[in-house]
Each structure stands twice: as structure tokens, then as C-alpha cells.
């Protein structure tokens, strides 16, 4: 098997990865989509060399909790686009094709067959904003930092149990807790944000970030809650890149203000994972980077604990609530509804098996036997990022179950870096709104459900998904992990530890003025290539 290899060879593809339904820019295989209709100032597309100069004014849902890689979030519409705009990435995936390509890196590859063994090797010369060496030394930092307990990083099960050795200055030996094929996709979805160890040090870098990336924060140049203005980095290692001057991004919850802010030319891109929102780009003519992905909207339940940890009152839920009538009322229709935690366009999944819902009569039953006739009250808090689509959802949610006798629900709205701390760092919850976003099953449904994993979603710990998982990640052959996969199918619809009611999707949203759109992981933009028109 090929894993990542220097960009002068064929990158790994994977097999079994998610196929997407995206056109390809065939010279580079890159996540490249045209945008469809036109406007005054000509048709928006993706695929072309932007001029050298110019500010891109990019909006994004929430706020960072701060800036370094053990803080942020690094999914699309928190803080991937703020990351990789700093840091740079180790390693990043084509959503599109399953590909692992090497970026800082220069190659991550296994010792031998096992997998159990990996080696970086870095690019030479490349350094820190602050002049520091961007070596193996400083790799080992980051993931020995992340998998420290006390630092409480977003991406700790990532590194939990790796055992890194520095080799020489450009190459770190990774040895894993367990043998697995496809470590080079955990790297490229937790690990690929390295910071300067100097900066580190300092205990500022939240406020301070110091990477590698193409742009970088001067002092003064981060209102919270408004505006991050990053300049462009003039040691970043790349010759000719980025294109841009300055990445200013703008917080905006709203995705519908947000499209009519591009249409506006009050900004010029955007992420959205709202379908109503894509739809609205879609109408109005501006440009599209669009990936169907798996994983989708939720909800999470805290199965170990509280009223959900009854499989029939999780189950009860799920009965009662229905994809087609959140799709149809929250976002008119414009959305895909789930069949559950694999997209229907995935290879992995098995077609035939979909999840429970929409059986009024079967929730009935259950939640009948769980308040044992309405006498013994189920209560819980569903808490939520506070955005308007997810807020409706709730009400949804709590409405449709406040029917059935004894059912209480709370709704606790959070702004989007308080609702990750609660959800992922503390774990505090009944019920959550949750989304996910998987280019690959790998790593992102081992983290969500694999047992004692501090990434779990729903405190889920099931001894056969378990194994099913780690057989999984254990081999690249696409059969293989289609049967391991499907064993986990029919035990998530057994068990309910989340209710998937929307496919996920990821849309990078941009102006005619914006060219050189490429999107990587989860949808989040390459800030080494994008740019303004000529």
C-alpha cells in the first residue's frame, strides 16, 4: 500500500474512501467546483491563478476560544479556516478522491506492513514566524503537548498513547498504540497544526499564535467577536504564495446574512454547512466548493449517564422526531435527509440499513415504558450552539417530544466556543445538537464511537463496535472495511447513541472576485491558493 509520499509522486489514494459527488480540476485532483450561474461583474469559478496582492474579508459562525492548535476546533465553520491560514497543515486529505497529500511534510509513511510504526519526515528549511526551526523537535512538542491531560486540547485522543522519537532534525518515528493503516488521516484531521515550541513556551499563543502558515497575526490585529486580520506571512516557505495581502475574518452566526453579504460585496467567502444557506448561494449566482460528506446533524446522546442512558428512551426519541420534517420546515427542503452516520454516496456503507425515526406509535410504546405511564418524568437539557437554524431545530425537538406524556425537555443555547468547551473538553450534556463531518470514516468515527476514547460523542462503549472499528483502521482493502463498517451500522441502530436526521454537507461560498478555490479535509480553504481575480 502507497501511503503519502514527497509531492513529486502519486499521493496515496484510498479505495474504500467516501466518494463524492465533485467535479475535479483533473491536472491538480483537487476539490475544485465551479460556481453556477453569473453576475454583473462575469461568471465565479474556482479553478485560476489569482493576481499577487489584494484582502479577502472571509465569515465564519463563531469565534475562536483562541488561536492556538490546542484550543481551537479544527472543523470547517470553527476554527479550520483561522488554523490553516497560520499554521499551515503537516499532511491534508482530498475529500474527494480519499488522498493523504504531503504539505509541510514531505512524506508519512509506515516502518513496515504492521503500521504500527510511522516516519515523518518534514521539508528542510522551512521555520516559525519567530525564526524558530520547523524541525521534528517541534512536531514532537505539539503532540506530546496535545496528549497531556492538563492541557485539555480539543484534539488529545488524537495524540493519547503516542510514543514519538526525534530521529534527526527532519525526521520523528511515531509509534502507535495500536497498529493502524490509515494514521496518516488522524494526522491530517488532528495533528497537522504545529506551532512554534518558543511560543509555546512563552504562554501566550492563544492570544499570540506563532506557525509556519502563510499568514500571521500582528499585535492589535484580533477583535474578539468582530474582526482577526492576518497578514501575509513574508517568510512563509513557498515561493510566490499566498496570493492575498491580508485574510480578514468576520464573525457572523447567521449563514443567510452571510450569502447576502458576498451578494453585497460586504465580504467575499464564506463556509456554510446550512443547506438553506447553500441553496441561497446557489440562486444567487455566487460561486460553490461543494462536498458531500458523512457524519451530518444530530443528536448526541450521554449515554452513560441521565435519562439517555436507557437505550429505549434514546430510542424513543429517535421514533418520535422525524429527518423529513426538520428538512422540510427548518430548511425548506434544500437539505438531504440522513439514513443515518454514512452518506448514501458512500462505498462503505451498506445501502440497505437505515436508522430508526419517524414512528410516532413506536415512540409512543417506548416512552410509555420509560415514565412507566407518564408517572416517572423524563428530563433532560438538549444544549446547542446558538445559531439560528439550530435554535429552530431544537424547538422542534422540544415540542415534538413535550407530546408524550412525562417528557420534559430544556433547550440551552451556547455561543459556538462555550457549546465545544461543554460538548468536547468537559463533556456535560443530556442531549446535544451535534454535526460531523467525515471525509473518511478514518479517524473521524473511530474518535466519535470508539469506547474510552476521549473523543467519544455519546460516552458509547460497545465491546463489538470496538473491535469492528479497530479491524477497520487496520486495513485499507475496501471490502474489508465495508464488513467491519457494516457491523457498526446495525449496532448504532440497535443502540441510538445519536440520531442522524441531516447528510452532511460542506460548502465553500465565494464572490466572482475570488479564484484559486481549493478545499481540503472537511471543507476548509487552502490559504496557499486562493486569491482575487486578475
Not at 458512500?346 to 420509560?370: M, R, T
Not at 473511530?446 to 487496520?474: E, H, I, K, M, T
Request: with cysteine; charged share 20%.
Amino acid at each position: 500500500m502507497v501511503h503519502a509520499r514527497p509531492s513529486h509522486l502519486p499521493p496515496r489514494r484510498s479505495p474504500g474512501g467516501i466518494r463524492k459527488s465533485l467535479v475535479l480540476l483533473a491536472a491538480a485532483g483537487l476539490v475544485l467546483i465551479a460556481g453556477c450561474g453569473s453576475d454583473s461583474k462575469g461568471t465565479p469559478l474556482a479553478a485560476g491563478t489569482p493576481r499577487q496582492g489584494g484582502s479577502m474579508t472571509i465569515l465564519l459562525p463563531g469565534e475562536a476560544r483562541g488561536l492556538d492548535p490546542f484550543s481551537a476546533s479544527y472543523i470547517n465553520v470553527t476554527d479550520g479556516n483561522r488554523m490553516a491560514a497560520l499554521y499551515d497543515m503537516l499532511v491534508w486529505t482530498n475529500p474527494a478522491t480519499g488522498s493523504v497529500h504531503p504539505q509541510v511534510a514531505d512524506r508519512l509513511a509506515p516502518r513496515d506492513a504492521t503500521a504500527k510504526t510511522w516516519v515523518l519526515t518534514l521539508r528542510s528549511g522551512i521555520r516559525f514566524s519567530d525564526g524558530e526551526p520547523y524541525d521534528a523537535a517541534a512536531v514532537k512538542a505539539n503532540w506530546d503537548r496535545h496528549a497531556d491531560p492538563a492541557t485539555q486540547s480539543v484534539q488529545r485522543a488524537a495524540a493519547a498513547g503516542l510514543v514519538t522519537r526525534v530521529l534527526d532534525p527532519l525526521n520523528l518515528e511515531v509509534t502507535l498504540p495500536e497498529p493502524n493503516a490509515n494514521f496518516d488521516r488522524m494526522v491530517a484531521r488532528h495533528l497537522s497544526f504545529i506551532a512554534s515550541p518558543k511560543a509555546i513556551a512563552g504562554g501566550r499563543l492563544a492570544e499570540n499564535p506563532v506557525g509556519a502558515g502563510p499568514f500571521i497575526l500582528r499585535p492589535g490585529n484580533w477583535v474578539k467577536n468582530q474582526t482577526l486580520t492576518l497578514d501575509r506571512n513574508p517568510g512563509y516557505w513557498k515561493t510566490g504564495a499566498p496570493y492575498l495581502d491580508r485574510v480578514v475574518f468576520k464573525v457572523d452566526p447567521d449563514p443567510m446574512h452571510g450569502i447576502a453579504a458576498i451578494e453585497d460585496d460586504a465580504a467575499d467567502a464564506t463556509v456554510t454547512v446550512d443547506p438553506l444557506a447553500a441553496d441561497a448561494a446557489k440562486r444567487a449566482g455566487l460561486g460553490s466548493a461543494s462536498l458531500s460528506l458523512s457524519g451530518g446533524q444530530m443528536l448526541s446522546f450521554n449515554t452513560a449517564k441521565g435519562p439517555f442512558a436507557d437505550a429505549d428512551a434514546r430510542r424513543a426519541v429517535a421514533y418520535a422526531l422525524s429527518g423529513k420534517t426538520i428538512n422540510d420546515q427548518i430548511f425548506q427542503g434544500t437539505g438531504t435527509v440522513a439514513r443515518g452516520i454514512f452518506g448514501a454516496n458512500s462505498s462503505l456503507a451498506s445501502i440497505q440499513l437505515v436508522a430508526p425515526g419517524d414512528n410516532p406509535a413506536e415512540a409512543a410504546k417506548l416512552f410509555d415504558k420509560v415514565t412507566a405511564g407518564g408517572t416517572r418524568r423524563l428530563t433532560a437539557t438538549l444544549i446547542i450552539p446558538n445559531t439560528p437554524a439550530t435554535v429552530r431545530i431544537a424547538e422542534y425537538v422540544r415540542s415534538t417530544l413535550a407530546k408524550y406524556p412525562g417528557v420534559e425537555i430544556t433547550v440551552e443555547p451556547l455561543d459556538l466556543p462555550a457549546f465545544i468547551h461543554r460538548s468536547n473538553v468537559e463533556q456535560r450534556f443530556d442531549v446535544k445538537v451535534d454535526q460531523v463531518w467525515l471525509d473518511d470514516p478514518e479517524p473521524g468515527l473511530f474518535g466519535l464511537l470508539s469506547g474510552g476514547n476521549a473523543g467519544n460523542c455519546c460516552f458509547y462503549d460497545d465491546p463489538g463496535v470496538n473491535q469492528a472499528l479497530s479491524d477497520a483502521r487496520r486495513t485499507a482493502d475496501d471490502g474489508a472495511r465495508r464488513d467491519a463498517y457494516t457491523k457498526v451500522q446495525v449496532a448504532l441502530n440497535r443502540d441510538m447513541p445519536m440520531w442522524v436526521y441531516q447528510e452532511a454537507v460542506a460548502v465553500g461560498v465565494f464572490s466572482s472576485d475570488v479564484t484559486g478555490v481549493q478545499m481540503f479535509n472537511d471543507g476548509v480553504f487552502m490559504f496557499d491558493r486562493i486569491g482575487m481575480k486578475r
